[in-house]
């Protein structure tokens, strides 16, 4: 049965989704996430750690609502409020598990995303979004979809769509390995990871933007690459200091399943054919609670940096919605 199951977890990660139509669209609404605490080791009592890292938590998470799961990417205010996109185009707003009580509670949300002005007829498959970032200064937001090259900037609040460009060098990348991850450096440049277009020497291809990318007078990206840890592909990154990224990367295979790779990259001076080399510093298998990692985020807390990190189960019945949270040691923060 083990085997089959993920034989069945193959097939929804490599196979490209039905071309229907948009159908059974998302109705916005109130949310409710129900939260369960898992030990982070399979039958360990004791507080395990991971890499570097201090594990701080770990939770399945679910919902009555029958769209709510496929994260894809997220982001965790200081407060300890989750605001996810999963890959269907549907943003989810709920607090996170360990929310302490005295911290402002945001409104529970579920809502599609917004839509360009006559594109509301596309098929699902389409809108597969993967990557999201934010502007804390201007409030606006960046999500890149995979299917169809993508990036589309909105407006505080994701009230509108604001603008969105395809660029050719996204549009050679495989169909399903388009812009898997979204990193908006401190300094507003942009960095865009395929996941399955390959750059040479086991690295993928990552696209520099020098300013917004939903710009027409944003000029052509520059191509650098990436190199994951053997076997692994990028699925999301965050900037953790000036020039150093943790990068998170799955691979999945017939004997373990699901299993990620969490990666510090120590960038080089960012210019064309730049090369990334991500150092494994932890890595989430069996025993190790382990599903469909997809997503990072950041957060704040009485003075140290917290990195969650969370699952994309497909909506599928043999996968589940995971949410670690672990700290981040301050060695890890300066370079």
Avoid at 14 to 43: I, M, Q, W, Y
Avoid at 170 to 193: C, H, N, Q, S, Y
Avoid at 299 to 312: F, H, I, P, Q, Y
Wanted: aromatic share 10%; net charge neutral.
């Amino acid at each position: 049965m083990q085997r089959i199951l993920l034989i069945l977890a193959l097939a929804v990660l490599l196979f490209p989704a039905k071309h229907s139509t948009k159908d059974n669209p998302v109705v916005a609404g109130a949310l409710l996430v129900r939260s369960e605490a898992v030990p982070l080791v399979s039958g360990t009592a004791a507080a395990p750690s991971l890499g570097p890292f201090i594990w701080r938590g770990s939770w399945v998470l679910r919902s009555d609502s029958k769209d709510f799961g496929g994260i894809s990417a997220m982001l965790v205010s200081d407060d300890q409020s989750v605001l996810a996109l999963a890959d269907s185009a549907t943003l989810m707003g709920f607090p996170a598990p360990s929310r302490p009580h005295s911290a402002p509670a945001r409104r529970q949300f579920i809502a599609p995303l917004p839509i360009k002005a006559g594109y509301q007829d596309w098929p699902n498959w389409k809108w597969d979004s993967e990557s999201l970032v934010h502007d804390p200064v201007s409030d606006r937001y960046w999500v890149g979809f995979e299917m169809i090259d993508w990036i589309c900037r909105y407006s505080p609040g994701f009230s509108r769509v604001e603008s969105c460009r395809v660029w050719p060098e996204m549009l050679a990348w495989p169909k399903t390995g388009g812009a898997e991850a979204m990193v908006r450096l401190t300094d507003g440049r942009f960095l865009i990871f395929s996941e399955m277009a390959y750059g040479g020497a086991n690295a993928n291809q990552l696209l520099l933007f020098a300013a917004d990318p939903t710009e027409q007078s944003t000029p052509r990206p520059q191509m650098l690459t990436y190199r994951p840890p053997q076997g692994f592909r990028p699925t999301d990154a965050v900037q953790i200091a000036p020039n150093r990224l943790l990068v998170l990367n799955r691979r999945v295979t017939l004997y373990q399943g699901f299993t990620a790779s969490i990666a510090v990259v120590d960038m080089p001076p960012l210019k064309e054919g730049a090369h990334l080399v991500g150092r494994e510093i932890a890595r989430l298998e069996p025993p190790v609670l382990s599903d469909n990692y997809e997503a990072l985020a950041l957060s704040k807390e009485n003075g140290r940096t917290m990195l969650w990190v969370a699952s994309d189960d497909n909506l599928q019945f043999f996968q589940r919605t995971l949410l670690l949270k672990l700290q981040v040691p301050d060695s890890l923060l300066r370079n």
